[in-house]
């Protein structure tokens, strides 16, 4: 059975018109881009800036990244190597807009976006193979959706699931707060993405009949060579590399939180306080684990801690001890004497 169903030459003169913006109407097709890239690269640093998911999910319905990117996958299944360099270079283009704006909105912020805190950061700059997962997925539904045109209103929320702009906002935020760390993962995330779209596009392309069916009708179709094909497989995998090191760089924090916090609540105990947070840091292979606790006086023995760490086989473990003092106290209003 053939799951993308029967495709015309109808439809592949479709597809063409719509994903080659630089042919047909090139100066409307380019415009209406560039003006829409703009807005979207706008609405989604301000929502990233605001930590408001649904200002974000605003930007992703009006971005139109995508269009060039199956516009390169398309290229290379008619392996017209033009219209495969002229869609690259508008989201390549596009991309670097996007950074500018985030980075020159990030000026005008008193303090750094960063993951620390704000969530929208934070969720897209520690990929792991999941992400690539959902790429690929979410890669086929927009192929999917291009090819049978009946069911193009799924486009929308393709545009929602698969992160294109709010990445590329998110590197130039942190770019201009100097993290590069964070900027790396959100580039990562956002050349997971591409990478997935253009691989299953040119799949799923390549298996409903693109290719025979624009010869048959007469449209260009040049020679498609096994190393383009062998190119976008290596750019998958290319892409998969930071994504697996990610995954288990999430793997390992969760499971140094996991050992710290058992530890430092057996130490809280014995002090008499609360531990309240634990959590991991990772600057480039460098993990440090912070430790929260509250209590009241006399301040805790934070060597003591250090000490069942050790004894726990966590000796090579940096820890940052942070120590608040607190507690009930009861407030009540002064009595005060009148006369007569």
Do not use: C
Request: aromatic letters at 4%.
């Amino acid at each position: 059975m053939n799951i993308v169903g029967t495709v015309e030459p109808s439809d592949v003169e479709r597809i063409s018109g719509k994903v080659f913006m630089t042919e047909g109407e090139k100066s409307r097709n380019l415009s209406a881009f560039w003006v829409l890239l703009t807005l979207s690269a706008v609405i989604a640093t301000s929502g990233v800036i605001a930590d408001s998911t649904a200002t974000v999910i605003g930007a992703m319905i009006v971005a139109p990244l995508m269009t060039p990117i199956l516009g390169t996958a398309m290229a290379i299944v008619l392996a017209r190597r033009g219209a495969m360099l002229r869609s690259a270079s508008l989201v390549a283009g596009g991309a670097l807009l996007v950074i500018a704006v985030g980075y020159l909105l990030g000026l005008l912020m008193p303090v750094d976006v960063v993951a620390e805190t704000n969530s929208q950061v934070a969720g897209r700059v520690s990929p792991g193979i999941i992400d690539l997962v959902a790429a690929l997925a979410t890669g086929l539904v927009g192929a999917f959706a291009l090819l049978r045109s009946e069911i193009s209103d799924t486009l929308p929320g393709v545009a929602i699931a698969i992160s294109l702009v709010p990445p590329l906002a998110v590197i130039g935020l942190t770019a201009e707060a100097e993290a590069w760390q964070e900027s790396f993962g959100a580039l990562v995330l956002f050349s997971t993405n591409v990478a997935a779209i253009i691989a299953t596009g040119t799949l799923l392309m390549l298996l409903a009949g693109v290719r025979n069916i624009a010869k048959d009708s007469g449209i260009q179709v040049g020679k498609l060579r096994g190393r383009t094909l062998a190119g976008v497989a290596a750019m998958l995998f290319l892409v998969s590399v930071p994504l697996a090191v990610g995954s288990g760089n999430v793997l390992l924090k969760h499971y140094l939180a996991g050992q710290v916090q058992d530890v430092a609540d057996d130490w809280a105990s014995e002090e008499d306080w609360i531990v309240t947070d634990v959590s991991v840091s990772n600057n480039f292979g460098d993990y440090t684990v912070s430790v929260r606790a509250l209590g009241q006086p006399p301040q805790a023995d934070k060597q003591a801690l250090r000490r069942k760490l050790d004894a726990a086989g966590l000796e090579a473990v940096d820890v940052e001890m942070t120590l608040l003092f607190g507690g009930q106290v009861n407030l009540t209003p002064e009595s005060s004497d009148t006369d007569g």
